[in-house]
């Protein structure tokens, strides 16, 4: 059985988290590192994260999840916002590592007309700086819709990315809607989609799921999510998804447009999924 939860606001601390989680029926959430707008974040308090530990080990949560701001962009044309992204990558890492087994989720990056490949060299650089810290977090590249430059629109960017950085601490977040966005079937061929993870990524690599619907056909390349059911992937997909033997024990997060008791709703229908 795989961990099922959904994304929360952090503006109440830590432990309000765990707290909110249980009231949903969840064992693991995910959260901004920072204000998703701007890039200040305040100090975490380590009495909140100690209690929030000690709740959610005491519950039997699974990894949780940060998520890295969505203005870090580790492959902007700027040398100097360029230089700043990576600082704010290395300052999260250092923050989320108080939270124990914490994995870090972030968008590998937009190249805007630089070309991937110089992209993908800059994101290397920005992860291997970081990643020399020796925290105890896993870092996650998300696979992306491929909207604009978006790099990680394809399982091959994420695995150059992989080959470029050498670190058992770099591993990738699978989202339901980013790769159907992106023309991987997971509804008509969820088994070749794996397949491919597995040859190109591998599934050894993989470390959560993002399960969300999508607003818009196969292949678009919008990023929309939709809530289960109400989307182009539906609901049957989703359940093979989620129970499908390849990805259990792993944290699944929704990205829904909800509030609490939409997610409340839609982390009991996951759970009522049975492996067939
Ligand atoms: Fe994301
Ligand atoms: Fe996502
Ligand atoms: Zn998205």
């Known amino acids: 059985m795989p961990f099922f939860g959904c994304h929360l606001s952090s503006t109440g601390g830590f432990a309000a988290m765990v707290k909110t989680a249980r009231s949903i029926g969840a064992d693991t959430f995910q959260?901004?590192?920072?204000?998703?707008?701007?890039?200040?974040?305040?100090?975490?308090?380590?009495g909140d994260i100690q209690n929030a530990a000690g709740e959610m080990q005491a519950q039997g949560?699974?990894?949780?999840?940060?998520?890295?701001?969505?203005?870090?962009?580790?492959?902007?044309?700027?040398?100097?916002?360029?230089?700043?992204?990576?600082?704010?990558?290395?300052?999260?890492?250092?923050?989320?590592?108080?939270?124990?087994g914490c994995l870090y989720n972030f968008h590998p990056g937009s190249h805007v007309a630089q070309g991937a490949e110089v992209g993908i060299g800059q994101i290397a650089q920005a992860l291997e700086q970081a990643l020399a810290q020796e925290l105890p977090v896993t870092v996650l590249l998300e696979t992306m819709a491929g909207k604009g430059s978006e790099i990680g629109g394809s399982f091959r960017e994420l695995r150059a990315i992989l080959d470029a950085v050498p670190s058992p601490?770099?591993?990738?977040?699978?989202?339901?809607?980013?790769?159907?966005?992106?023309g991987y079937d997971i509804a008509g061929n969820l088994?070749?989609?794996l397949e491919e993870f597995d040859r190109v990524v591998g599934l050894n690599r993989l470390k959560a799921l993002h399960i969300n619907d999508s607003k818009n056909?196969?292949?678009?390349?919008?990023?929309?999510?939709?809530?289960?059911?109400?989307?182009?992937?539906?609901?049957?997909?989703?359940?093979?998804?989620?129970?499908?033997p390849a990805l259990q024990a792993l944290p699944m997060i929704l990205e829904t447009p909800n509030e609490l008791p939409?997610?409340?709703r839609e982390i009991a229908l996951l759970r009522s999924f049975k492996i067939s």
């Open 217 to 244: 056909p196969l292949g678009a390349r919008k990023d929309r999510h939709a809530c289960l059911g109400e989307g182009c992937i539906g609901l049957e997909a989703l359940g093979r998804v989620v129970t499908h």
């Open 262 to 264: 939409g997610y409340a």
């Open 191 to 193: 088994e070749g989609v």
């Open 31 to 46: 959260f901004f590192t920072r204000n998703p707008r701007g890039s200040r974040a305040k100090a975490p308090d380590p």
């Open 169 to 182: 601490r770099l591993g990738v977040c699978l989202d339901t809607c980013h790769i159907w966005d992106g």
């Open 61 to 100: 949560f699974g990894p949780v999840v940060a998520h890295g701001s969505y203005t870090m962009n580790l492959c902007t044309r700027d040398p100097e916002a360029r230089a700043f992204a990576a600082q704010v990558l290395a300052e999260d890492l250092r923050r989320v590592a108080l939270l124990p």
